[in-house]
């Protein structure tokens, strides 16, 4: 059993940048990739980046490669999404997921994943 507990957001003004933090227990969580998804309100969940915890592949969405950067830090067990340039339709509550999984069609599936966080929501004002 792993449980995420994800962290940071708030509210944000456009332009501005923000870092969510996703911390691990429990299980064998460093075999474990991680993946952010978020949510808006009347839409689904929607990938927005992941990293294979061995070996360290990151993965991002269009919508955000080049403003987001997804790392971990395996002594802390965490891994942290900045997200920078924010725009208002960033706004969602985000969530981080771990599974036992590799390569990008698993990674940007939320089936995909086991376990979840309970969210952290993130405004972005314009």
């Known amino acids: 059993q792993v449980q995420l507990v994800e962290s940071g957001g708030g509210l944000v003004q456009a332009g501005g940048f923000t870092t969510l933090s996703c911390a691990a227990s429990g299980g064998t969580s460093s075999n474990y990739a991680i993946g952010w998804f978020r949510q808006a309100p009347g839409k689904g969940r929607e990938f927005v980046a992941a990293?294979?915890?061995?070996?360290?592949?990151?993965y991002y969405d269009h919508l955000v490669k080049g403003r987001c950067t997804i790392a971990r830090d395996n002594a802390k067990n965490t891994v942290y999404l900045q997200m920078n340039s924010l725009k208002p339709e960033d706004t969602a509550k985000y969530y981080c997921?771990?599974?036992?999984?590799?390569?990008?069609?698993?990674?940007?599936?939320?089936?995909?994943?086991?376990?979840w966080g309970q969210g952290t929501q993130v405004t972005v004002s314009s």
């Open positions: 990293i294979e915890w061995r070996g360290g592949g990151t």
């Open positions: 997921a771990a599974g036992l999984l590799s390569g990008w069609g698993a990674l940007i599936t939320p089936s995909s994943y086991i376990y």
